[in-house]
T-cell receptor, first 113, second 115 residues
C-alpha cells in the first residue's frame, strides 16, 4: 500500500529565515505530487504540482518554491520567510492514471514569528 | 474561488444518518465531485467521489442530482469519530488530456456528532 510522509510536523521560524519542508511517497512510482497551503479557518489552496522529476508548475505567485529531486520526493522551500507564510502545509499524491484520487499527508504546521 | 456551497455547520445524533448537502451549480460536464473530511490538525481524508451516478463505498454514499447541480453525502450511521469538517470539492483538470487535477476547496461543513 501507498503511504505519504511529511516532516517536520511542526515548525516555528523567524521572519527572514529559510524554509525546507519535505514530502516523500512510498509504494508507488511516478506519482503526481502537490503542495497545498491552508490558512487558519480556510480551505486548502494549491501552490505547486509536479508530474515528474524536475517538473514543477506553480499555481499562485508567492514567496515559496518547490523542487522534485527524486521520483517520490517533493520539497517546498523559501529563501526568506514572511509572516504571511504561516499556515498548514499539505503534500498530496495521485496516480499518473487519469481521474485518480489525491491522497494527503499529515501536514506541517508552520508558524513564522 | 470555490465552486461549491455548503452550510457552515450541522449537528447529527450518534447512530443516525448524517446528510450533508452541497451545491455546485456551475460544475462543468467533465468535472468530478469529491468529498474529503478533515479532523482538526490532520490532513484531509478522502471519502468518495462521483461524476454522474450515485456512488457507495464502505464509508459513505454520494447522491448526485440528475442535473449535477447539487449532491448529498450520506454517512449512514454517524459516530463520534465522524465529527470533522467535510469538504465538497469540484475537481478540475490542470492539463487538457493529462492526469493532473486541482481540488478547489471551500470552507466546508463542520459536522458535530452528538452523543
Amino acid at each position: 500500500s501507498q503511504t505519504i510522509h511529511q516532516w517536520p510536523a511542526t515548525l516555528v521560524q523567524p521572519v527572514g529565515s529559510p524554509l525546507s519542508l519535505e514530502c516523500t511517497v512510498e509504494g508507488t512510482s511516478n506519482p503526481n505530487l502537490y503542495w497545498y497551503r491552508q490558512a487558519a479557518g480556510r480551505g486548502l489552496q494549491l501552490l505547486f504540482y509536479s508530474v515528474g522529476i524536475g517538473q514543477i508548475s506553480s499555481e499562485v505567485p508567492q514567496n515559496l518554491s518547490a523542487s522534485r529531486p527524486q521520483d517520490r520526493q517533493f520539497i517546498l522551500s523559501s529563501k526568506k520567510l514572511l509572516l504571511s507564510d504561516s499556515g498548514f502545509y499539505l503534500c498530496a499524491w495521485s496516480s499518473s492514471e487519469y481521474t485518480d484520487t489525491q491522497y494527503f499527508g499529515p501536514g506541517t504546521r508552520l508558524t513564522v514569528l | 474561488d470555490a465552486k461549491t456551497t455548503q452550510p457552515p455547520s450541522m449537528d447529527c445524533a450518534e447512530g443516525r444518518a448524517a446528510n450533508l448537502p452541497c451545491n455546485h451549480s456551475t460544475i462543468s460536464g467533465n468535472e468530478y465531485v469529491y468529498w474529503y473530511r478533515q479532523i482538526h490538525s490532520q490532513g484531509p481524508q478522502y471519502i468518495i467521489h462521483g461524476l454522474k451516478n450515485n456512488e457507495t463505498n464502505e464509508m459513505a454514499s454520494l447522491i448526485i442530482t440528475e442535473d449535477r447541480k447539487s449532491s448529498t453525502l450520506i454517512l449512514p450511521h454517524a459516530t463520534l469519530r465522524d465529527t470533522a469538517v467535510y469538504y465538497c470539492i469540484v475537481r478540475v483538470p490542470l492539463r487538457y488530456g493529462g492526469a493532473t487535477n486541482k481540488l478547489i476547496f471551500g470552507t466546508g461543513t463542520l459536522l458535530a456528532v452528538q452523543p
